[in-house]
């Protein structure tokens, strides 16, 4: 391909401008402020668009609209390249040799716009052309001064970039991230370096894992130490059950004694019985008991106990406290199916949605570098994407079906737990109408004192009616309160005669001694429990602060589980792609390298007349060159001048790989000006065997270039006013000459 003509409209200093351009060597010459970095821009631009339009405004004109054209010549066509940068409108033509229109595309292209002809355009441009990359056309077709690398790791740096055309992205760099990322995850730390992501969240897990257990266990001393404090609750209240109707039946003895018998048959057991059950008359006894009941009345104020026992205090305790210990059941019973509810957590899809991406972009990449075997590239990239989805949607659907299940579980015993909270709720009530308060340690503790001063209330209940508070029972509710006493019973068995007149035989008082001696043990073992279950409340209270957060604890474990399963994931994948990586890495060095191997080997050895014949491209001495004797050499072990052609043969080499076979023109940007002479002559004997396959088109100012233009007959295009008659002249009388000929 050559580029045949180049027009300019109101571009930058170019009111109106065309330049014709030939086959082999052109020489654009100017002084500095002439025109060249314009032409150069605008070539680019007109075939990719520009950044700032208002920058290459019309000097003289500035309300005009830039515009150019490219004109392009095949073996068997053109194609031109129209732009309006002020409209954003863009003709691309084809057209065969006699001229006519077989092809046109005319769209409206904001530069950087994503927009489908923007992406239409480039495929048009990238079939014509050969290139739609507007960074691409610049390194491999334009040099610019001072471009020329003739150290290995500039031309490293170039070749990689170059090489990075072919394939649409950096490799090295890309397989730098993919080692980077994956070290990050799962390499070891070095001295200093922060930790890895695998092993923070391992070493998290450890600890988290270890307070788990430590609240497992604690947990389990717990249940214990409820179960101890169960059983010592119900001997408790058997006891005191007991020992109250001990106490009842001996009150009751008292004063069927005190009602039946004469005053003088009791004064045997005087001595031993209480104040109120001896043989005092009453004259005596009425200032004693208003003495007692007054003190009986004050020790319960000072218990924290109305004097007035309400008839339902004992029942709403009673009632309160099976409630509350049917509650505390119930939230065991939620806890567990809560914490199983938060640890089914509905899967991420962003990291499926990240991997298929991935496989679709290697797979997408692997098509491009080898279009003949795309199907086999893309078929294990969209079934590995299918698989992954599969496995994502069984894998909700499993979690939806268990949470329905756990829901379905819990709906039941919230709405009890609801019941439970609502009638703790009316007692409140109820016990703020007695004047008491609602708090649940307020009743626990008046529970403990009413069972504490229940004997209280019996001697009160006495002293105000005379007689005991509760009725003297009847021969069966003796028996039955000796049924339930073991202690009372026994004693009061050996102490009855062997004949009664009633059904049953009661103690006499003589027995007295022992029944009160049995009632002391009672209530010595009843203090036994009461200092037992303050001990379990003690050490309950302590195991509770050992107790470290559980549902936290469960919540945070359940997190990192999560990501460290998300993390694991991340490193299955990005250990396949790196293998996929450097596995297409290497077939693309088995094929792309060896081709440009082979090409730049032609150019070095056209540009420098054979004195060397192979390239060679590696990783470890980067470019190396075989001279006529077969010795490899570096590119520094090369003398200045011919390190030149062989960075220049291989730019011209590789931009034709980079498009494809398309042998476009190649641009110099006063590439040559700070050569010195030798160099400069070396350099141009080489370009001008290079032109033979390849249109160079050099713009510079160097006067020693335009002496050598004119001296090989170049193709001249001069941008000086003053000598661009000369040129005119010069072209006519080859044309007349060529007529003449003709």
């Known amino acids: 391909m050559m580029l045949r003509q180049l027009e300019l409209k109101d571009f930058g200093c170019f009111s109106e401008r065309s330049l014709e351009f030939r086959r082999g060597l052109n020489l654009v010459h100017g002084a500095n402020e002439a025109g060249k970095s314009t032409l150069l821009a605008a070539i680019g631009a007109i075939l990719f668009g520009l950044r700032d339009s208002q920058r290459y405004r019309s000097w003289g004109r500035p309300q005009a609209t830039p515009w150019g054209r490219?004109?392009?010549?095949?073996?068997?066509?053109?194609?031109?390249?129209?732009?309006?940068?002020?409209?954003?409108?863009?003709?691309?033509?084809?057209?065969?040799?006699?001229?006519?229109?077989m092809d046109r595309f005319q769209a409206h292209l904001p530069y950087g716009a994503c927009t489908r002809s923007g992406q239409q355009y480039r495929q048009q441009l990238r079939e014509r052309f050969g290139l739609a990359d507007e960074q691409l056309f610049r390194a491999a077709f334009s040099l610019d001064q001072g471009a020329l690398a003739v150290s290995n790791q500039a031309l490293a740096d170039q070749l990689r970039l170059l090489f990075a055309g072919l394939t649409q992205c950096d490799s090295q760099l890309v397989l730098r991230a993919l080692q980077e990322d994956y070290a990050a995850l799962t390499g070891k730390a070095e001295t200093g370096a922060p930790p890895r992501a695998l092993a923070v969240v391992t070493e998290a897990l450890?600890?988290?894992?270890?307070?788990?257990?430590?609240?497992r266990a604690v947990s389990v001393q717990l249940a214990q130490l409820h179960g101890r404090m169960a059983e010592?609750?119900?001997?408790?209240?058997?006891?005191?059950a007991e020992l109250r109707d001990g106490q009842n039946y001996l009150a009751w003895l008292q004063h069927r004694w005190q009602a039946v018998e004469p005053a003088g048959a009791c004064q045997e057991p005087s001595e031993e019985l209480p104040p109120t059950a001896s043989g005092a008359g009453p004259a005596q006894a009425e200032p004693a008991a208003d003495d007692e009941q007054a003190q009986l009345e004050q020790q319960l104020?000072?218990?924290?106990?109305?004097?007035?026992?309400?008839?339902?205090?004992?029942?709403?305790?009673?009632?309160?406290?099976?409630?509350?210990?049917?509650?505390?059941?119930?939230?065991?019973?939620?806890?567990?199916?809560?914490?199983q509810l938060l640890r089914l957590r509905l899967p991420r899809w962003r990291p499926t949605a990240l991997c298929s991406l991935l496989f679709i972009v290697v797979g997408g990449g692997v098509a491009w570098c080898w279009p003949g075997s795309a199907g086999v590239a893309l078929a294990p990239s969209a079934g590995t994407v299918g698989l992954l989805w599969l496995l994502y949607a069984r894998r909700r659907l499993a979690l939806l079906r268990q949470r329905n299940q756990l829901q379905q579980q819990l709906e039941p015993l919230e709405l009890q737990r609801d019941e439970l909270q609502a009638r703790l709720q009316e007692m409140d009530t109820d016990f703020e109408a007695l004047g008491l308060s609602a708090a649940p340690v307020e009743r626990v503790r008046l529970q403990k004192q009413l069972h504490r001063c229940a004997a209280l209330y019996q001697r009160l209940a006495e002293l105000r009616d005379g007689a005991p508070a509760i009725a003297p029972p009847g021969d069966e509710g003796v028996a039955e309160a000796l049924d339930r006493s073991d202690a009372i019973s026994a004693a009061a068995a050996a102490a009855m005669p062997a004949a009664s007149k009633t059904a049953v035989s009661h103690l006499t008082p003589a027995d007295l001694p022992?029944?009160?001696?049995?009632?002391?043990q009672h209530a010595d073992r009843i203090a036994r429990y009461e200092a037992e279950w303050l001990g379990l409340l003690r050490e309950e209270a302590l195991c509770r602060d050992q107790l470290d957060a559980p549902l936290a604890v469960a919540v945070e474990l359940d997190q990192l589980e999560r990501e460290q399963a998300d993390l694991e994931h991340?490193?299955?994948?990005?250990?396949?792609?790196?293998?996929?990586?450097?596995?297409?890495?290497?077939?693309?060095?088995?094929?792309?390298?060896?081709?440009?191997?082979?090409?730049?080997?032609?150019?070095?050895?056209?540009?420098t007349r054979g004195a060397y014949r192979a390239v060679r491209i590696d990783d470890a001495d980067g470019l190396t060159l075989s001279n006529r004797s077969g010795r490899w050499?570096?590119?520094?072990?090369?003398?200045?001048?011919?390190?030149?052609?062989?960075?220049?043969?291989?730019?011209?080499?590789?931009?034709?790989?980079?498009?494809?076979?398309?042998?476009l023109p190649f641009l110099f940007d006063d590439a040559l000006i700070n050569l010195d002479e030798q160099r400069l002559d070396r350099m141009m004997d080489a370009l001008e065997r290079l032109a033979q396959d390849h249109q160079l088109i050099l713009f510079s100012h160097d006067t020693r270039l335009l002496k050598r233009a004119v001296r090989r007959s170049w193709h001249l295009l001069d941008l000086d006013s003053r000598r661009r008659g000369v040129a005119q002249n010069r072209e006519r009388k080859d044309g007349h000459e060529q007529l003449s000929l003709l």
């Open 232 to 240: 010592v609750q119900q001997c408790l209240q058997q006891d005191r």
């Open 301 to 339: 104020r000072d218990a924290g106990l109305p004097v007035d026992l309400p008839p339902r205090l004992v029942e709403l305790l009673t009632t309160s406290d099976e409630l509350r210990q049917q509650l505390v059941q119930l939230q065991l019973r939620l806890q567990p199916l809560r914490q």
């Open 570 to 607: 991340q490193i299955a994948v990005l250990g396949a792609t790196l293998q996929l990586t450097q596995q297409a890495m290497a077939d693309f060095r088995q094929q792309h390298v060896q081709r440009c191997e082979q090409a730049i080997g032609s150019y070095v050895r056209l540009a």
């Open 514 to 520: 022992a029944a009160q001696q049995a009632l002391q």
């Open 70 to 101: 490219l004109c392009f010549e095949y073996d068997d066509g053109h194609l031109r390249v129209e732009r309006d940068f002020g409209r954003d409108t863009v003709v691309l033509a084809y057209c065969d040799r006699l001229y006519q229109e």
């Open 206 to 215: 450890e600890q988290l894992r270890v307070r788990q257990r430590h609240n």
């Open 633 to 663: 050499l570096r590119l520094d072990q090369l003398s200045r001048a011919t390190a030149d052609i062989v960075v220049l043969a291989i730019r011209l080499a590789l931009g034709r790989e980079v498009s494809h076979g398309v042998c």
